[in-house]
Nanobody
Framework: QVQVAESGGGLVQAGESLRLSCTTS????????WGWFRQGPGKLREGIAC????????EYQSAVKGRFTISRDNAVNTLYLEMNNLKPDDTATYYC???????????????????WGQGTQVTVSS
């Protein structure tokens, strides 16, 4: 059974940091590129960061580039997102998923992925 669980969110003030984790089981985590996605209030879900299967390539949405860092530990099937200098616009529910582009050319979820986790809420106050 495929399971994905995001954690690490919380309520912080602008300028502070958080580290999100995404633990997975039941799927070949190390074989795929993975990404972080977020959905803010009244907004569509958007892909914000991607990392290739071996961790050698990373791509970021312009809004988070320079502030967020994606990483992974294939030994424990876990994806991370280090978020620094958080802004109120970063307020959203954050999700992880395998991505459709193996080289992170774009950050879109794999078309056959359905096991979305509950997400983790990040709220940034000004």
């Amino acid at each position: 059974q495929v399971q994905v669980a995001e954690s690490g969110g919380g309520l912080v003030q602008a300028g502070e940091s958080l580290r999100l984790s995404c633990t997975t089981s039941g799927l070949p985590f190390g074989d795929s590129s993975w990404g972080w996605f977020r959905q803010g209030p009244g907004k569509l879900r958007e892909g914000i960061a991607c990392i290739t299967s071996g961790g050698g390539m990373k791509e970021y949405q312009s809004a988070v580039k320079g502030r967020f860092t994606i990483s992974r530990d294939n030994a424990v099937n876990t994806l991370y997102l280090e978020m620094n200098n958080l802004k109120p616009d970063d307020t959203a529910t954050y999700y992880c998923a395998p991505v459709s582009s193996p080289y992170c050319t774009y950050v879109r979820p794999a078309v056959d992925f359905a096991a979305w986790g509950q997400g983790t809420q990040v709220t940034v106050s000004s």
